[in-house]
């Protein structure tokens, strides 16, 4: 079979990603993309690549022969960019969030309307192990209906929000990595929302990436609650990164030491009443024959169904539908904030 070739945006993030697709046997990388030329020149050392390979401009990378485009990129270029490959013929692969504004949001999802290539937006919260395992018990009505969940992503940051591009992202704009799982786990989406918090004490100067933290509520299709914490400056030390969903049946937690630990679990009529402990972990046993990241897994999971879609022609499992079910809450959510907390109609988007 003919390799899929490659193209890395941005090389931060991206290389993660690069890594993987530099060791499966169908795909090679062929070209890397970054406004950092000492990063770039680094980079593409690291991948083997020459100098004609590398590009600080992004329309660079559209004229190679790539034909899949995997963007690593600061957030508000993630719609730019993403609908620039699509419309060049490239199959795209998108970190999260998918973008930063409902209309562009709303851009992006006409342009794969239009598109005969695949779009994937790379949540690898909902490959991690944990969630995987999760969401089998989950679907086989282990702890019956989900009726409410929780999601607290509290990760600080400073570093990387002050003065920077992420100064400018307040915390509920970056909420896949929590509504991501929940809503897969739920086979829902949401139609409401209402959020407090716009108060950056942290920080003296005040822009909505410093805000201390945000709490939002949200209600889905199916009539199930979501909260959700977000914050990229409190200094809570581990990050707090924990999930928590309750159903008609039981429960299932995660650690709250991070992603890996122990967690709890009660699945009535199998588990006694006080429940039992269960372990949390990123990484599925036996995947030793790529480098993995500090998520685990998830990514190597990740680009194995987003190749079969390519492959197979099919819909991947993130298209952009889902992708901007994890997106839009939270962009609605700050709106609904900054309003003093008045609950927001949440639009879904198909294609």
């Known amino acids: 079979m003919k390799k899929h070739k490659v193209a890395m945006v941005g090389v ?23 406004m950092d030329e000492k990063s770039l020149e680094q980079n593409g050392k690291e991948f083997s690549l020459p100098d004609s390979a590398l590009f600080t401009e992004y329309d660079g990378i559209l004229q190679t022969d790539a034909d899949i485009v995997v963007i690593g990129t600061p957030i508000p270029f993630h719609s730019e960019q993403s609908i620039k490959a699509l419309e060049a013929g490239k ?3 998108c970190e999260v969030t998918a973008s ?4 562009s949001c709303i851009k992006m999802v006409d342009a ?9 937006l790379a949540e690898n919260c909902c490959y991690m192990q944990f969630a995987l395992e999760w969401d089998k018990n989950i679907k086989a009505g282990k ?19 002050d003065g920077k591009w992420r100064s400018n992202r307040a915390p509920l704009h970056y909420c896949s990595h929590s509504l991501g799982p929940i809503l897969m786990w739920m086979d829902d989406h949401i139609v409401r929302c209402t959020a407090s918090g ?5 920080f003296p100067v005040a ?6 933290i945000q709490v939002a509520l949200f209600e889905t299709a199916k009539g199930a609650t979501i909260k959700m914490a977000r914050s990229s400056v409190a200094l809570r030390h581990p990050a707090l990164c924990t999930y928590n969903i309750i159903g008609t049946e039981g429960f299932m937690e995660s650690s709250r030491m991070g992603y890996k630990g122990k967690g709890r679990r009660y699945f009535a009529g199998e588990d006694p009443e006080e429940g039992i402990e269960i372990d949390i972990d990123t990484s599925a046993p036996g995947i030793t024959d790529i480098p993995l990241g500090s998520h685990g897994t998830s990514e190597y999971f990740l680009v194995r169904d987003f190749l079969k879609a390519i492959e197979e022609d099919k819909t991947p499992p993130i298209d952009i539908v889902k992708g901007m079910d994890m997106t839009i809450p939270g962009l609605i959510a700050h709106e609904a904030a900054k ?9 879904r988007i198909t294609d």
Do not use: Q
């Open 207 to 212: 822009t909505d990436g410093n805000i201390d």
């Open 143 to 161: 702890i019956g209906t989900p009726f409410y969940a929780e999601a607290d992503y509290v990760h600080e940051i400073r570093s990387l929000v």
């Open 198 to 202: 716009t108060e950056s004490r942290s």
């Open 339 to 347: 309003k003093g907390g008045v609950w927001l109609d949440v639009p």
């Open 12 to 34: 931060g993030r991206g290389t993660a990603y690069g890594h993987i697709f530099s060791n499966h046997p169908d795909t090679e990388v062929i070209a890397l993309c970054d």
């Open 100 to 103: 930063d504004s409902v209309e």
């Open 112 to 120: 794969v309307r239009k598109a005969k290539t695949k779009f994937m």
């Open 91 to 93: 199959h795209v692969l």
